[in-house]
């Protein structure tokens, strides 16, 4: 089968589309037919060597990759039959594979797909869907609200927005470029503002307006974006950490974070929201699947519409750099 496989860690060139066997499942796992394999940041980050706190680098060589939706196809022993032919997407956690024509999965990390969701949009809630549900938990959002969301172009981004707005907050997305802006507005933002301008924070300030004060700020980029939007945060407000892509994929912090002195005075809060924080958020005994199954409800409900940017799985290199340049809208999907 083919499969994107790399030897070393490095820049995307080390993702070499490759022939390597069938996986043949174990006890208690299936084969899925990958028809959308997703990727995050996280992948570019492992594929760069980078350690950090999770996940773990990989063993080389590996195939990325760790969510994928498509059809099930083989099965080990102790699961259902019922499961040949299922439409599924999974979050494979720690163990990779999912940039491959064919992933071995847990049987108990399955979700199924509704008939009338893409794959493609279904992979993109697996892990993304379930993240935006994650980070919101720490602010629940009313029609009192304004959120300011930068990188709201991205697959999480989008989903942040559209559920934002959806419960009745004044959304200001920011991303970089009037393309981008607009696929921001189409999605729910009240105010869609390019923030490659150095204006713009006085464009935020000059859209609300005295009356409508920034009350939530969202934040998966950091750096200096991360200090401009803090300084339009008003006095009570909450904010929250998700990631800093600004800083590329060395970084390990967000490289800014507020002064507990100026959060205190100010009555603000401030919340990394990802890893264990969010699963104790959500708390139960399964806080990540509980937050997928939430991802996949509110979709067929309507309420999130992953929108997904699409590349032929043997461009995997080209979709890492692509990523990484900031030249993508929503959700990154290889398709084999």
């Not at 996940?55 to 259902?80: F, H, K, M, Q």
């Not at 993109?124 to 980070?135: K, M, N």
């Not at 990802?274 to 067929?300: I, Y």
Request: charged share 20%.
């Amino acid at each position: 089968m083919l499969a994107v496989r790399m030897h070393r860690f490095g820049p995307p060139g080390v993702l070499v589309p490759e022939e390597v066997p069938d996986p043949v499942p174990g006890p208690g796992e299936v084969v899925v037919d990958v028809r959308a394999a997703g990727v995050h940041l996280i992948d570019t980050r492992l594929r760069s060597g980078v350690r950090g706190p999770m996940p773990a680098l990989p063993a080389l060589p590996t195939v990325p990759g760790r969510e994928v939706a498509g059809i099930v196809s083989g099965r080990g022993d102790g699961t259902n039959p019922a499961l040949y032919g299922a439409r599924v997407a999974a979050h494979l956690g720690d163990a990779p594979g999912g940039y491959a024509a064919r992933a071995l999965v847990p049987a108990a990390a399955l979700l199924p797909v509704p008939d009338e969701l893409d794959l493609g949009a279904a992979v993109a809630l697996v892990g993304t869907g379930r993240t935006a549900l994650g980070i919101l938990n720490f602010a629940p959002l009313s029609p009192a609200d304004t959120v300011l969301i930068p990188a709201a172009a991205g697959g999480l981004g989008i989903l942040l927005t559209q559920y934002a707005s959806g419960a009745g907050a004044t959304v200001v997305g920011l991303a970089g470029g009037p393309a981008k802006t607009r696929v921001v507005r189409e999605n729910g933002a009240a105010h869609a503002l390019d923030y490659t301008r150095p204006d713009w924070p006085a464009r935020v300030r000059e859209a609300l307006g005295a009356e409508r004060p920034v009350t939530v700020v969202v934040d998966g980029v950091g750096g200096e974006v991360a200090r401009e939007a803090y300084g339009l945060l008003a006095d009570g407000g909450r904010y929250l950490v998700h990631g800093w892509s600004s800083r590329g994929a060395e970084a390990t912090g967000p490289g800014f974070v507020p002064e507990d002195e100026e959060l205190k005075a100010r009555s603000q809060s401030y919340e990394r929201t990802v890893g264990p924080a969010m699963a104790a958020r959500e708390g139960g005994p399964d806080p990540l699947g509980a937050l997928q199954r939430r991802a996949f409800a509110e979709a067929a409900a309507g309420r999130l519409r992953p929108v997904v940017h699409r590349f032929p799985l043997r461009e995997a290199a080209a979709a890492h750099r692509a990523l990484e340049e900031r030249g993508t809208v929503g959700k990154v999907v290889l398709e084999p």
